[in-house]
């Protein structure tokens, strides 16, 4: 088992950063693709942003990229969700999810590990 714990959400207004933090334990965090979501009230849950374990290939949903990056440190089994020029469309939960894969899924399907959660709200 993987568990995992989001932390940094909170209220920012539009235009602002935050920086979300995913601190794994259990299993070792070798291997592991990471991965962020979201999800708004009243939509289906999205794809955000994934890293592979070596951090060398991430993806970007298109409605963050320029915006957001994803990085992870492997030595602290944290990853983190860099957000800059936020907007209230990225008002949401956002989700750490983890999977055990070579390649970068974007599908929260592949994932096998999620967080509780942690609310972004943005303000205009």
């Known amino acids: 088992q993987v568990q995992l714990v989001e932390s940094g959400g909170g209220l920012v207004q539009a235009g602002g950063s935050l920086r979300l933090s995913c601190a794994a334990s259990?299993?070792?965090?070798?291997?592991?693709?990471m991965g962020w979501f979201r999800q708004a009230p009243g939509k289906e849950r999205e794809f955000v942003a994934a890293?592979?374990?070596?951090?060398?290939?991430?993806n970007l949903a298109n409605s963050v990229k320029g915006r957001f990056t994803i990085s992870r440190d492997n030595a602290k089994n944290t990853v983190y969700l860099h957000m800059n020029s936020l907007k209230p469309e990225d008002t949401a939960v956002y989700y750490c999810?983890?999977?055990?894969?070579?390649?970068?899924?974007?599908?929260?399907?592949?994932?096998?590990?999620w967080g509780q959660g942690t609310q972004v709200t943005v303000s205009s």
């Open positions: 999810a983890a999977e055990r894969s070579m390649v970068v899924h974007t599908t929260k399907g592949w994932y096998d590990y």
């Open positions: 259990g299993r070792t965090f070798s291997g592991y693709v």
């Open positions: 890293i592979s374990w070596g951090g060398s290939s991430t």
